[in-house]
C-alpha cells in the first residue's frame, strides 16, 4: 500500500525490557537467576545485570545505543516513503512512547511477588526495584523524544512530511501495578489494572499455584527480545519449534507487561485527539468511530 499515517512503537524488545521482566520480575524455570534485586548488592545476579545492560543501551551515544539505532529507522521509514510509487502530498509518522509499570511509592508490593507456579524464584517487587523499571522506561522515552524534536520536519523536500511524538504514559495514571488500594489479586484480575500479568487466563487470580487446565510448564516469559546473551534453551526453542510454541501457550506468556484491552482503548483516543489536534487529514472524531465492546480485562 501507500500509506499517509504510520503509528508504532519501536525499539523495546532492542532495550531487553522482556530481559528485565524474566529476570527481575517472573524468573521461570530452568534459571538459574541469581539473587533477587533486593538482595544482590553487588549486582551478580541476572536481575540487576540485565539492568545494567538495557541502561547502558538506552545511554550509549555510539553506534550501537538507542539514539542511533532509533534515528536510523526513522531515516528508513522516511527514505521509504520518498520512493517511487510511495510519495504523498502529506505522511506523518508518529512514535508512541512506552508506558510505566508500576506505582513505585507503595508499601503493599514490597512484600509481593508476581511469581507463578513454574517459577524457580519469588522475587520481591520492591519499591527501588519499581522505581528503577519505571526510570529506564521514562530515560527510553526520553531519547526518542529527543531524536524527534530535532528530526527536520518537514524535510524540505517540497513534501508535507512529519515525525511526531505522542507520550501516553500518564494516561496509565492510577491503572498501573501496585496502585494505591488495589489487592494482590487486583494485580491479575482487576478492570483498573490496565497491564497485563503472567495469566493463564482471564481468572487466573496469581500466586504461586497452578490453575486449573494450566500445564505444568516451563515456559519461555517475554522472550521477543533478540540480544541478550543468557537466555535459555527453553527461549531458543520457541523461535525454531513451531510444535513447542503452540504447546507453550506463547501468547500468554508473551503479553505482561502489554497493555490490556482498557488500556489500548484509552491509548486509542489518546492518539485520535492527537490526529485531531495536528490536523491529519481524513482523522474522525472519536465519537464517530463504532462503539468499543470492551468492558473489563
Sequence with gaps: GNSQLILGF???NDAHFGDI???????????????????????????KKNLQISRAFITDKGDE??????????????????????????????????VEFFDATTDACDDWTFARW?????????????????????????????????????????LNYYVHYIPI?????????????????????????????????????????????APPGPFPVMSLDTLNTSRTDLDNQVFTDPTAQVQSGFGWTARPF???????????????DTFKHDEVPGVINIDSAPPSPITSI
Design 10 to 12: 519501536l525499539g523495546g
Design 21 to 47: 521482566a524474566r529476570a527481575c520480575v517472573y524468573q521461570p524455570a530452568p534459571g538459574p537467576w541469581g539473587l533477587p534485586y533486593d538482595e544482590d548488592p553487588n549486582g551478580e545476579g541476572e536481575c
Design 65 to 98: 545505543g538507542l539514539e542511533a539505532k532509533f534515528k536510523t529507522a526513522l531515516d528508513k521509514i522516511i527514505a521509504f516513503k520518498q520512493g517511487s510509487g510511495q510519495i504523498q502530498d502529506r505522511f506523518d509518522l508518529y512514535i508512541s512512547s512506552y
Design 118 to 158: 513454574f517459577s524457580v524464584g519469588s522475587p520481591k517487587l520492591v519499591k527501588p526495584l519499581r522505581a528503577e523499571m519505571n526510570d529506564l522506561v521514562q530515560q527510553y522515552n526520553a531519547v526518542q523524544a529527543a531524536v524527534i524534536a530535532g528530526y527536520p520536519s518537514p524535510l524540505g523536500l517540497g
Design 169 to 213: 504514559s500518564d494516561v496509565f495514571q492510577n491503572h498501573r501495578f501496585c496502585e494505591e488500594g488495589h489487592s494482590f489479586e487486583d494485580q491479575w484480575t482487576s478492570s483498573d489494572v490496565w497491564i497485563w500479568n503472567l495469566q493463564w487466563n482471564d481468572g487466573d487470580t496469581g500466586g504461586p499455584d497452578q490453575p486449573p487446565g
Design 258 to 272: 502489554h497493555p490490556k484491552p482498557l488500556g489500548h482503548q484509552n491509548i486509542k483516543a489518546t492518539y485520535i
